[in-house]
């Protein structure tokens, strides 16, 4: 990877999208230190300190945010709103027809379906920027003016701050998508996790101060873990299952086509992140829906039992949270992958699988293998995401940067790196004309 950013640097080109990526990047973490009008800081980063590990959405929102939620910058939102958006159209595609041509169309309508996603995505923005100011005036009671015409017109400051911060963070990934290195969004929300790199080593470093063996014991510990997990993401994210694929021989007047053999590689972690961002969504139902509708004090009711069940340390919350990582993958695989598909244009292409049928035979044996792999990956992602809460559970100590967050992290880097060395490839390919 170093070797691959120190190549890339040398060619113009390459160096000037680098810097510019790096320039946006900096925007970007400087939009994050912007402060929203009318709101008390200390009073939100003290509700954010007291309920960051309780596993409701707003902790997963600061998690995306790269903290800028806990401190309620103008950027506090930052990818949320894009990123539900996304998924939100990406299942719409597979239900409605008119945006499943769109889709078919080619650069046009990826074109048009990306302007949906942003409209999508404003929308979204507007709505969580509304509840996550109702929450600091709420739970949180973080609010400057909370009667008379000046709550009404703080209000409307507020939420049009949060939109107009999601809406900069959108046309900030746009200009590194067209001008810089990978994916915009993905670069952004990359930016923000590494961000609260520096303060997970400071409080690493704290524990240490404190002089218990406990602690000079597991920090050690910690570390090797975040190595081995990086090891073992970059594992999985490149294993793939390759079927090998054997084209006939054709004849048409004096020239043969055909006759090849190559592979079909198929990937064993289809999905990426998206199934833990789904399963995370839904356990944090309950947890968000405590910050309106507070339980009894005596403890008694199905409220409170529904509360304790879901808490983020309760066992059933892991373990109901490790087995709806596992169905949404099977759902997203399913949507994304159709066996039928591929077995139909291979057939067009007088191509098959060596030993298998056209047809229906060769449409069941990518299924099987395609379940064999899903559920091979379900549980990778499945043991990343929980890992830090049976962590937490046996030793005490919260690790800050937990396994989604590297996931998200070393995906993106492994992408970023892609894209350069594709284009490096690119500029020094051998053609005719040398």
């Keep these: 990877m170093i070797e691959t950013f ?16 790096l320039f946006i990047i900096i925007i970007y973490r400087v939009g994050g230190a912007v402060p929203v009008p009318y709101l008390d800081s200390d009073a939100i980063a003290s509700w954010f300190e007291t309920n960051d ?75 969580q ?53 990978g994916n915009g969004i993905s670069m952004l929300l990359f930016a923000g996790i590494i961000a609260r790199g520096p ?16 602690y000079i014991i597991l920090v050690p510990i910690i570390l090797v873990i975040f190595i081995a997990m990086i090891a ?28 090849q053999n190559t592979f079909i590689p198929i990937k064993v972690c289809m999905s990426g992140v998206l199934p833990i961002i789904f399963a995370m969504a839904f356990m944090s139902l309950p947890s968000t829906l405590e910050m309106f509708i507070k339980p009894r004090e005596d403890g008694t009711g199905f409220y409170n039992g529904l509360l304790r069940w879901f808490s983020y340390t309760h066992p059933f919350y892991a373990i109901l949270y490790f087995f709806l990582i596992i169905g949404f993958n099977y759902f997203y695989v399913s949507m994304q992958y159709n066996p039928v598909e591929i ?21 069941d044996y990518f299924k099987r293998i395609v379940n064999r792999l899903t559920l091979v990956g379900a549980i990778f992602l499945g043991i990343i995401a929980i890992f830090p809460i049976i962590f937490g559970a046996i030793s005490g100590v919260q690790i800050a940067m937990g396994g989604t967050s590297i996931l998200i992290v070393v995906s993106v880097a492994l992408e970023t790196v892609r894209t350069m060395e594709s284009q490096m490839m690119m500029r020094h390919h051998k053609g005719f004309l040398e």
Excluded: H
Aim: aromatic share 12%.
């Design 129 to 181: 920027g509304w509840a996550y100011y109702r929450t600091l005036g709420g739970s949180a009671n973080a609010l400057v003016y909370t009667e008379g015409w000046q709550k009404w017109f703080s209000e409307i400051v507020i939420i049009v701050c949060f939109t107009a911060g999601a809406s900069l963070t959108i046309w900030l990934g746009d200009q590194i998508s067209e001008r810089g290195i």
């Design 6 to 21: 120190r190549n890339a640097w040398r060619i113009p080109e390459l160096r000037r999208k680098l810097l510019f990526t």
């Design 199 to 214: 303060a997970a080593v400071w409080n690493l470093i704290m524990l240490m101060k404190t002089g218990e063996a406990k």
């Design 53 to 127: 590990a309780s596993g409701n959405f707003f902790s997963y929102l600061n998690v995306l945010s790269g903290g800028n939620m806990g401190k309620a910058t103008i950027l506090a939102l930052s990818v949320g709103p894009y990123i539900n958006a996304q998924i939100i159209i990406q299942l719409l595609t597979y239900a409605l027809p008119p945006l499943e041509r769109l889709q078919k169309e080619g650069p046009e309508g990826r074109k048009k379906l990306n302007k949906i996603t942003k409209y999508t995505a404003l929308g979204i923005a507007v709505f």
């Design 232 to 259: 073992f993401i970059i594992f999985m994210n490149e294993a793939e299952r390759r079927i090998p694929i054997q084209y006939a021989k054709r004849v048409v007047g004096r020239k043969q086509y055909g006759g």
């Design 343 to 363: 077995a139909n244009n291979l057939r067009q292409a007088n191509g098959g699988v060596p030993g298998i049928r056209p047809g229906k035979p060769t449409s």
